[in-house]
């Protein structure tokens, strides 16, 4: 699990510093952030289920809320033929960029689930 948290914690804040051309880097440099942060106690092995909780539920909303946007991914899977997201690194298409912005909260929900469940597994274990 260090090695896991170690690379997502490494990732995420370059994640974030990479926000900076991003046209709502107020979103996401702190929705990065805060899961580096997790990633970051978890290598220190300080777990904090609420705080992994706290973050599924709020990207679990965002992701909603970016499958169902104009230009999100539903826009991007019919009207858009679920078009190449990594064809280049310029998102100059908005259902491009809100489309890999869904797949960013998939992933940040995936560590927070797999360090919520270590959490829980060792707090049962205690």
Known sequence: ???FNGIFCFLFIVFAALQYNDPDPYIWVPIYVYTAVLCWFAIKQRYYPKAYIAGIVVYAMYAVYKVFDANGLLDWLNLHDAENLAETMKAEKP???ESREFFGLLILI??????YWVAIKREKAV
């Open 1 to 3: 699990m260090k090695v």
């Open 95 to 97: 259902w491009i960029e």
């Open 110 to 115: 995936g560590v927070l689930v797999i360090n």
